[in-house]
């Protein structure tokens, strides 16, 4: 039987794919950052761990305690959307903590046992922002773009011994946490002077032609986690998979983004 370990498993997409692979007769050591009962079915097959991944000795703590897993699944990740003007300074490096080197960290401690074993993969979760520049998501897109060049690269030194890096870039998901789980409200990165740019926008993001679900998601994992071909990208959900195909690429790339929610957010914040 094997085992995953899935980071941010209290909301979203992590909680889907955690359930996915539960009723593919995984393992899932599903971490959180406050463990909370009740979200996963109740199960030996189940293990509910705290985990920060900002911090170093949550992350030695976590893994200690997980024991041998076949498959990483760096999920966790915050948002952030607005003028990169006026955004802080604090909150681009908070973004790149969580996305980029809370990323990094996790896959750094989960290397050694999977060379060893000479098997594992590690599903490394991004955005569609990777594929298609949106505006007003520059801090949040670099702390993801990272993620891309660093997964890519590392596939290849991975590769000598036997153990897989993977990239899942999911679209928008309207039913997340995701647009919550920021610190500061997206109108406060909202300059008066950015006002009638960033208005349509928003407005044009409001109705999305083609969504992801968070079942999406969790497919597209477990397509990265048990595929065998040296792919690196795994696009998810309907507007991923028709950005990554070039279909309508402007169109289609920004209603695939977080902007959305992020924009329903703003909507919601200036009323
Ligand atoms: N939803 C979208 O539209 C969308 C689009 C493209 C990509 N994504 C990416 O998909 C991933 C999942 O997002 P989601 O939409 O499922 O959002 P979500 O519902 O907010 O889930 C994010 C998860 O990450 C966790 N998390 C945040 N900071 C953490 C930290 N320092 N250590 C450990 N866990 C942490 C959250 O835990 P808490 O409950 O403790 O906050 C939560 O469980 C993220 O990487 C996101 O960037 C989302």
């Not at 594992?120 to 990777?130: A, F, H, L, M």
């Not at 969790?218 to 792919?231: M, P, Q």
């Not at 920004?254 to 924009?263: D, E, H, K, T």
Request: charged share 15%.
């Amino acid at each position: 039987m094997k085992t995953v370990l899935i980071t941010g498993c209290s909301s979203g997409y992590g909680l889907e794919t955690a359930r996915h692979f539960h009723g593919q007769g995984w393992t899932v050591i599903a971490t959180m950052r406050s463990p909370r009962d009740g979200l996963l079915p109740a199960s030996d097959r189940i293990r509910v761990l705290p985990l920060d991944v900002t911090k170093p000795d949550s992350i030695t703590a976590a893994l200690e305690a997980a024991g041998p897993i076949d498959v990483l699944v760096n999920n966790a990740g915050i948002g952030g959307v607005g003028a990169f003007e006026a955004t802080p300074m604090s909150h681009v490096r908070k973004l790149f903590e969580t996305n980029t080197f809370g990323v990094m960290a996790m896959t750094q401690a989960a290397i050694p046992q999977m060379r060893a074993r000479r098997s594992g993969v590690i599903v490394n979760v991004t955005s569609t922002v990777t594929l298609a520049a949106m505006p007003l998501a520059a801090a949040y897109t670099a702390s993801k773009q990272a993620i891309q060049g660093f997964t890519g690269s590392l596939a290849h030194e991975l590769n000598a011994f036997g153990v897989r890096a993977r990239l899942v870039e999911p679209g928008y998901a309207p039913t997340t946490r995701f647009a919550d789980n920021t610190d500061i409200p997206v109108m406060d990165l909202i300059p008066e002077a950015y006002a009638d740019f960033a208005r349509p926008i928003f407005a044009a993001f409001a109705n999305p032609p083609l969504i992801t679900r968070e079942s999406d998601v969790a497919e597209a994992v477990w397509l990265a986690a048990n595929d065998t071909s040296d792919r690196l990208h795994y696009p998810a959900g309907a507007d991923a998979v028709a950005l990554a195909q070039g279909r309508s690429a402007r169109g289609v790339g920004w209603s695939a983004s977080v902007f959305f929610a992020l924009g329903n957010g703003w909507a919601r914040d200036a009323r």
